[in-house]
């Protein structure tokens, strides 16, 4: 069974600072792997997504990487600021449906002004 | 603007009472997905869709019921044998085929009196 770990599961940095988001799972064999954003009672919004032949993304300050053997993705905000502040999932899909895709239970971020 | 609206976004049922969550797209996505998120936990699987007409239970369906008439819509009905129903509760969808993106609503929470 895929469990997927976020350590740690809480992470306050002063402003500017770059940062790593990490995120571990068991099981190798991934379709691609997801990482959103969750503001506080709203909903989840997607960041970044790897697919299973990347090695990374990139969207703005946000770059993700992924290293199947390893069972590793990070997350990588750079000059981090207030607005950052918010919990970070990620989430791995197995399969090509996304009914095999496991959650993990967050970081939450706080970026001190 | 294309997207998922779940309503509503707020919502109390008294014990013993039904309520149904709405989740409605317009990114004519093909499959459709309905996840509860509890404190703590990672987001958990109670129903999918991946055509019409068509839905698979998820890792939690019991006291849940769906149903998928039209491709935008994939309504939640929350019944009374549900035990412990209040929770945040998250519509997503993505398109069949492509890079199993997935897109999430603002969420419904529901509170039981």
Same mark, same amino acid.
């Given at each position: 069974? $895929?469990?997927? /770990?976020?350590?740690?599961?809480?992470?306050?940095?002063?402003?500017?600072?770059?940062?790593?988001?990490?995120?571990?799972?068991?099981?190798?064999?991934? @379709?691609?792997?997801?990482?959103?954003?969750?503001?506080?009672?709203?909903? !989840? /919004?997607? !960041?970044?997504?790897?697919?299973?032949? $990347?090695?990374? $993304?990139?969207?703005? =300050?946000?770059?993700?990487?992924?290293?199947?053997?390893?069972? =590793?993705?990070?997350? @990588?905000?750079?000059?981090?600021?207030?607005?950052?502040?918010?919990? @970070?999932?990620?989430?791995?899909?197995? *399969?090509?449906?996304?009914?095999? !895709?496991?959650?993990? /239970? *967050?970081? =939450?971020? /706080?970026?001190?002004? | 603007? %294309? %997207?998922?609206?779940?309503?509503?976004? #707020?919502?109390?049922?008294?014990?013993?009472?039904?309520?149904t969550l709405s989740c409605e797209?317009?990114?004519?996505?093909?499959?459709?997905?309905?996840?509860?998120?509890?404190? %703590?936990?990672?987001?958990?699987?109670?129903y999918y869709s991946q055509i019409?007409?068509?839905?698979?239970?998820?890792?939690?369906?019991?006291?849940?019921?769906? &149903?998928?008439?039209?491709?935008?819509?994939?309504?939640?009905?929350?019944? &009374?044998?549900?035990?412990?129903?209040?929770?945040? #509760?998250?519509?997503? &969808?993505?398109?069949?085929?492509?890079?199993?993106?997935?897109?999430?609503?603002?969420? &419904?929470r529901l509170t039981v009196l």
């Amino acid at each position: 069974k $895929q469990e997927v /770990t976020q350590i740690p599961a809480a992470l306050s940095v002063p402003e500017g600072e770059n940062l790593v988001l990490n995120c571990s799972f068991t099981d190798s064999a991934i @379709y691609n792997l997801q990482w959103f954003r969750q503001d506080p009672g709203k909903g !989840l /919004t997607s !960041l970044l997504l790897i697919q299973s032949s $990347q090695r990374e $993304q990139t969207s703005g =300050r946000l770059n993700a990487s992924l290293d199947k053997s390893s069972g =590793r993705s990070t997350l @990588y905000i750079a000059a981090s600021q207030p607005g950052d502040s918010a919990t @970070y999932l990620c989430a791995v899909i197995r *399969g090509f449906g996304n009914e095999k !895709l496991t959650f993990g /239970t *967050g970081t =939450r971020l /706080t970026i001190i002004p | 603007d %294309g %997207g998922i609206t779940q309503s509503p976004k #707020y919502l109390f049922r008294k014990e013993g009472q039904n309520v149904t969550l709405s989740c409605e797209q317009n990114l004519n996505h093909d499959a459709m997905y309905w996840y509860r998120q509890d404190p %703590g936990q990672g987001l958990r699987l109670i129903y999918y869709s991946q055509i019409v007409n068509d839905f698979q239970k998820g890792d939690i369906a019991e006291g849940y019921s769906v &149903s998928r008439e039209k491709k935008e819509s994939f309504p939640l009905t929350v019944t &009374s044998a549900q035990k412990n129903p209040t929770a945040f #509760y998250l519509c997503a &969808s993505t398109q069949r085929g492509n890079t199993g993106e997935l897109f999430f609503g603002e969420g &419904s929470r529901l509170t039981v009196l």
